[in-house]
């Protein structure tokens, strides 16, 4: 099963940036270029939160409302890799962060029922805490 590494995580201020990074570590197989990307974020009680997601495809974004204006998603093509740039970080930013892949009709779908949608398991995450 498909499978991502999560990295980049960490300790930052408020109004901080952080840039995180996940690549397929298992599973990869040539579908993986016509699906849906996203970045989520899971607190210790809730479910997953869909942060942002890209198309790989045609490179389409979403952003959840809480995180327009501050954060980046992109993708790496060549190296299979996705990219979230995180700035202005907040202290309700505070979660561990994962990546999830699957063949979602829009990247809105994906971000917003990864439940249904990702064929990817959930990996490690990547911690990041925003905190004075």
């Known amino acids: 099963q498909l499978q991502f590494v999560e990295s980049g995580g960490g300790l930052v201020q408020p109004g901080g940036s952080l840039r995180l990074s996940c690549a397929p570590s298992?599973?990869?197989?040539?579908?993986?270029?016509?699906?849906?990307l996203g970045w989520f974020r899971q607190v210790p009680g809730k479910e997953h939160e869909g942060v942002s997601c890209?198309?790989?495809?045609?490179?389409?974004?979403y952003y959840a409302d809480s995180v327009k204006g501050r954060f980046t998603i992109s993708r790496d093509i060549n190296k299979n890799t996705v990219y979230l740039q995180m700035n202005s970080l907040k202290p309700e930013d505070t979660a561990v962060y994962y990546c999830?892949?699957?063949?979602?009709?829009?990247?809105?779908?994906?971000?917003?029922?990864?439940?249904?949608?990702?064929?990817?398991?959930w990996g490690q995450g990547t911690q990041v805490t925003v905190s004075s």
């Open positions: 999830a892949a699957g063949p979602a009709p829009t990247v809105r779908a994906m971000c917003t029922l990864p439940g249904q949608l990702r064929v990817s398991s």
């Open positions: 298992s599973g990869f197989t040539s579908d993986y270029e016509f699906y849906a």
């Open positions: 890209i198309s790989n495809i045609d490179g389409t974004t």
